[in-house]
């Protein structure tokens, strides 16, 4: 009998995850907290404890892990001198991917993969790569890097580490948010190359380079950067409709539509919306968010897909000032709490992960010498 093959993996369970779970019913849930009340509730800090501990800090283990990320929120001084050498038109995720590389180098517990190790690391990555973002677009801007406050939250260091500047508390909340809405999602493309790195007994940082390389596609987290290209292409609401109808009859794919899992709709979209529409109401661009109501309407009628989270997150991203080369970066700086979870669980209770694939290529060939071929006008010479 055939064996049955599922391209892309799709509908395979491939292993059991204590951490986060799409429920159909009922929504996405990290650790048994709902989606909505930690968004809604909690903050970007006291979910990345949940993600890498299991479970939520009191209020003194909340004080000791918000003092530990802010001591190990600046980064090496050689890892800036290193990104002021490279290339000013290099793409941003590129040089995030290989900063992450080297930021292994830098760690004292680079090759230990016990528990309390990967713990320390994770805490590393999830303090130091907002730092190592913004350093990246501001160096390739023939900017400076800024420094982190210590007096400021993760998010607040965000924005002060981009542009020197402390934010509105309803930005801070928005980016909050969206980091929370960006943590985690079971076995999505990117975590599971984290673990498939993680299950040879490889280490934190190139698990996380690997996942920071496939997250770096269109067909995931690459997308939000599109949707905000396809918004400014677009340009005015009243286009909109006419712009997203002749796309589909070209039968192009539209960012930020479609879910391998979600074939109703992602439960992220509605909390990202309502802080898009927020946001859009204390701002003086008003055409993003109402374009993209626009799109999402066209979308559901003549496709029936609906929005996943990159779609509302890049007007979202757009009205809080963040630069569109940093949408991804900025997923990178929410899932790294996920991808660190994942790897310290893979290791916890590791197997290879290594499937099988039907082979569908020739059978019985004989191998041949290659026929030498003779140069006529050399025949004969020495
Ligand atoms: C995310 C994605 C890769 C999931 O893909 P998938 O589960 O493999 O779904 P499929 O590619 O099999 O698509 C099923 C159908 O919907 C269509 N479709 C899916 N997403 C679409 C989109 N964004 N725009 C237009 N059509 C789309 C496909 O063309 C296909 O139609 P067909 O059956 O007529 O060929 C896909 O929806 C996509 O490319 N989305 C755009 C990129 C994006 O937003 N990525 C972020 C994901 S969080």
């Known amino acids: 009998m055939k064996p049955e093959v599922s391209p892309g993996l799709e509908d395979i369970i491939a292993d059991t995850s204590s951490i986060c779970s799409v ?6 849930i990290y650790r048994g907290y709902s989606i909505e009340d930690l968004s809604e509730n909690a903050t970007f800090e006291e ?13 003194k283990g909340l004080e000791d892990f918000i003092s530990r990320l802010s001591q190990e929120r600046p980064v090496p001084e050689d890892i800036l ?24 180098l830098y760690d004292p517990d680079v090759a230990d993969n016990s528990h309390d190790a990967n713990i320390r690391k994770a805490i590393r990555l999830i303090t130091s790569i907002p730092t190592v973002i913004t350093s990246i677009y501001r160096i390739l801007h023939g900017k400076e890097p800024i420094h982190p406050d210590p007096k400021l ?13 402390i934010p509105e508390d309803f930005i ?11 943590a985690e999602h079971e076995f999505n493309a990117s975590t599971f190359s984290a673990r498939v790195t993680a299950s040879t007994l490889s280490d934190m940082h190139s698990a996380i380079t690997s996942a920071i390389g496939t997250l770096k596609g269109s067909l995931h987290g690459g997308a939000n950067e599109r949707v905000m290209q396809m918004l400014l292409n677009i340009g005015e609401s009243s286009k909109a409709e006419v712009w997203i109808k002749d796309a589909l009859a070209r039968k192009e794919r539209i960012p930020g539509f479609g879910h391998r899992v979600y074939k109703k709709g992602d439960f992220r979209s509605d909390i990202i919306k309502r802080y898009s529409r927020e946001l859009e109401e204390r701002s003086d661009q008003t055409e993003w968010y109402k374009i993209s109501c626009i799109i999402e309407d066209v979308m559901s009628k003549e496709k029936g897909l ?6 509302y997150s890049a007007s979202a991203f757009y009205l809080m000032g963040i630069p569109i080369e940093l949408f991804t970066p900025v997923f990178v700086a929410g899932r790294i709490t996920g991808w660190t979870a994942h790897v310290i669980e893979q290791h916890e209770n590791n197997r290879l992960i290594r499937p099988r694939c039907l082979y569908t290529g020739q059978r019985g060939l004989k191998y041949h010498k290659p026929e030498q071929k003779h140069n006529k006008t050399t025949e004969g010479h020495g």
Do not use: C, W
């Open 153 to 165: 939250s993760h998010t607040q260091n965000f924005f002060y580490m981009l542009n020197g500047d």
């Open 306 to 311: 609906y929005p996943n989270l990159d779609f």
């Open 23 to 28: 429920e159909h019913e009922t929504g996405l």
């Open 47 to 59: 979910v990345a404890y949940l993600l890498i501990f299991g479970k939520l800090p009191d209020h």
């Open 81 to 104: 001198h290193i990104i002021r050498r490279l290339p000013r038109t290099s793409n941003i995720m590129d040089v995030l991917r290989s900063a992450v590389s080297i930021l292994a």
């Open 172 to 182: 801070a909340k928005a980016l909050n948010v969206s980091l929370i809405l960006y």
